[in-house]
């Protein structure tokens, strides 16, 4: 692969609408945004940097109380591009009645969008 980077991000959920949106800390000028699965989108920026990451209907994707988003333990999330695919492999750790709960979330789509070969890593600090 061609980049190995690691960002920080931070996140918001909303309740209501169930909806858990990830995104870099860092500056960036949009470019694209991609759906994976139904409801699981990935943004790029103008580099073709991954950059935000948002699951709709979360809590039932993710099967955890909608409670239990308001405050991730653990985020962390690998997205993995080549010239045929671009697929994201994250790791939920959230609390469930004080007790650390991880979930895992697989999703991938093909390269139509001619993304560069990369491996991005997002992460909570």
């Not at 920080?8 to 994976?36: F, R």
């Not at 979930?103 to 560069?116: D, R, V, W």
């Amino acid at each position: 692969m061609s980049n190995n980077n690691s960002f920080e991000v931070e996140y918001m959920y909303d309740e209501n609408a169930d909806i858990l949106g990830i995104k870099v800390k860092k500056n960036y000028v949009y470019h694209e945004t991609i759906e994976l699965d139904e409801g699981i989108l990935l943004d790029f920026d103008e580099n073709d940097i991954p950059v935000a990451f948002e699951i709709h209907d979360a809590s039932k994707i993710l099967n955890v109380p909608k409670y239990s988003l308001n405050e991730l333990v653990v985020f962390n999330m690998k997205v993995m591009v080549d010239s045929k695919s671009i697929s994201v492999n994250a790791i939920f750790v959230v609390l469930i009645q004080n007790e650390e709960n991880k979930q895992k979330l697989e999703s991938f789509t093909s390269n139509n969008y001619n993304i560069p070969n990369m491996e991005t890593n997002l992460i909570t600090v």
